[in-house]
């Protein structure tokens, strides 16, 4: 079945430091790929999202390149803050539409000052 | 606006107990979901509805019964409540192709 593969965490980086956090997927068909963020005490929120291949996401200063050859969706950001202290979820949907998602189990990321 | 609300937040019981968490969403979109966080964070799907019809059940106990009365409500029932059920609970929804929107979740905690 489809399945998702991210880096362990914990990641611990100073501010401004520059961020890459690894996902690589397995599906069949052409997937889309998701970054979702878990701040402390919240529920999940869409950091950004990829529909096909070399597509780019980015919100925020994340940015992340859906790449088929080497099935992976990685994040990065050029430099982090406090704030983006958070989990990271690397996710994909296997078909077009209301499919569940596929989560990759999470990494998670504290930015020290 | 809140645009997918689980009730309640926070959930403390006894094992053996019933409990029931209710979601609501206001975006219109026809399919919803409940998914399961563990305590090392990892996230499977439950169940899935679309129209009010239950499209996907990954395998769940049947301890855990989902209820949809309309498309803008799926709530999750829980018979019998056992330790290995504390986990929090996250309820989400999603339109065509569009990324699916997630609740706060609920914290289920067994005594």
């Known amino acids: 079945g489809d399945s998702v593969t991210q880096m362990e965490g914990p990641v611990t980086l100073s501010e401004e430091a520059f961020l890459t956090i690894n996902c690589t997927y397995t599906a069949t068909g052409y997937p889309s790929l998701f970054w979702y963020v878990q701040y402390p005490g919240e529920g999940l929120q869409l950091l950004l999202k990829?529909?096909?291949?070399?597509d780019k996401g980015s919100n925020k200063g994340f940015e992340a390149t859906y790449r088929k050859e080497t099935t992976s969706f990685h994040l990065e950001k050029g430099s982090v803050q406090v704030s983006d202290s958070a989990v990271y979820f690397c996710?994909?949907?296997?078909?077009?539409?209301?499919?569940?998602?596929?989560f990759g189990k999470g990494t998670r990321l504290s930015v020290i000052a | 606006d809140t645009a997918v609300s689980q009730t309640p937040k926070y959930l403390v019981t006894q094992m053996g107990n019933d409990k029931s968490i209710k979601c609501e969403q206001n975006l219109g979109h026809d399919t919803m979901y409940w998914y399961k966080q563990d305590s090392k964070k990892f996230l499977k799907i439950m169940f899935s509805y679309n129209n009010k019809e239950l499209i996907i059940n990954e395998t769940v106990p049947n301890r855990f019964s989902p209820k949809s009365p309309d498309k803008a409500h799926l709530n999750l029932h829980i018979n019998s409540l056992e330790l290995g059920d504390s986990a929090v609970y996250f309820c989400?929804?999603?339109?065509?192709?569009?990324?699916?929107?997630f609740g706060d979740g609920t914290r289920l905690s067994i005594l």
């Open positions: 989400a929804s999603s339109h065509l192709d569009q990324p699916q929107h």
């Open positions: 990829a529909t096909k291949a070399d």
């Open positions: 996710a994909l949907s296997s078909s077009s539409g209301n499919t569940p998602l596929v």
